[in-house]
């Protein structure tokens, strides 16, 4: 039976010191740079690249008169390559870590809420099963987390999918939706008023997320859809620590879960506005790779995070 297409493209012209160059083209931008990181002389670059682009029958690279920049089709072969890498570095830790008597190594990624309460208890039990298992967990933005996923960095995400680009490659299991309130410290002055308009907050100084969440569009929509300017005063950060320190310590105010933050809330130290931002943010979920199968360590977690999900429906 003779091989599909792409078979024969990976079996017959692909090699690795292809995929290292690509994604040091992609990282560096100058074939002389990306020749250098990739161990490689600048003639022996420009002819691995030759031949990549030969055997696609495509232009991967524009060459500029300074440097070099992907074209489209060089932008899947960056993130692929990227992946296929990191799959292979993922398999040689998983073969070192069995000889030598490990467990197996998971990477979590997660948005703030889940991380606050869904991963520990995750963790938890994880260890509770496999105490020699290695877990790593990053918290940032679905974006930002859905890029490293797809390259092969993180071997799952508590997030959402935010782009239909993504969506085709991925597979998704919704856990929840997160209603935000407005959140300030706990004797306010704002706290002690009956009634709140959205003109009144727009004067107020605010801690907000960075530009590109799906909470900063929204607020940013909430005061531009109300005709009315956004605030001045702002601090931008995804850390809750410095969240939570900052409203304690200032005027300022957030649009924040209530789950977050429910200890401060219990201690009086932080309250809710009487406000209703109306803000209702989409579904976050479980979000793994198609077509990829995970290591036995993240398998368990997989496994746990679905066990506590149905718990949690069945509350």
């Known amino acids: 039976m003779s091989n599909s297409k792409p078979d024969r493209f990976v079996r017959t012209h692909l090699k690795t010191r292809h995929l290292v160059l690509l994604v040091e083209l992609g990282r560096h931008g100058s074939i002389f740079h990306a020749a250098e990181a990739a161990h490689l002389t600048q003639p022996a670059a420009s002819k691995l690249l030759t031949e990549l682009e ?9 060459r ?11 932008e899947i072969m960056i993130r692929r390559a990227g992946a296929a890498l990191a799959e292979m570095n993922a398999a040689h830790q998983e073969v070192m870590e069995l000889l030598s008597g490990l467990s197996g190594f998971v990477s979590i990624g997660s948005v703030m809420t889940p991380s606050m309460n869904l991963i520990p208890q995750a963790v938890s039990l994880l260890k509770s099963r496999h105490k020699r298992l290695h877990v790593a967990i990053q918290v940032d933005t679905s974006k930002i987390l859905i890029q490293r996923l797809r390259a092969g960095e993180l071997d799952m995400v508590i997030g959402r999918i935010l782009d239909s680009e993504s969506a085709a ?3 998704f299991e919704p856990l929840t939706d997160e209603p935000h309130s407005l959140i300030a410290r706990g004797k306010h002055v704002l706290a ?3 009634k709140l308009t959205l003109n009144d907050l727009a004067k107020e100084a605010w801690i907000l997320p960075p530009n590109g969440s799906i909470l900063r569009d929204r ?9 009315l300017d956004q605030p001045v005063e702002t601090v931008e950060t995804l850390s809750l620590p410095v969240i939570a320190s900052l409203l304690m310590a200032t005027d300022m105010v957030a649009a924040l879960p209530e789950d977050l933050i429910r200890t401060y809330l219990d201690a009086e130290l932080l309250s809710v506005l009487p ?7 989409d579904a976050y979920g479980i979000v793994t790779r198609k077509q990829h199968r995970l290591s036995p360590g993240a398998q368990a977690m997989l496994d746990i995070l679905r066990e506590l999900a149905v718990q949690d429906t069945d509350k």
């Open 64 to 74: 500029l008169p300074r440097g070099i920049s992907p074209t489209w089709y060089g």
């Open 169 to 171: 490659e991925l597979n």
């Open 275 to 281: 406000f209703d931002l109306g803000l209702r943010m």
């Open 219 to 227: 607020i940013t929509s909430l005061f531009l859809s109300h005709g």
């Open 192 to 194: 002690q008023r009956k």
């Open 54 to 62: 030969y055997a696609l029958g495509v232009q991967l690279f524009e």
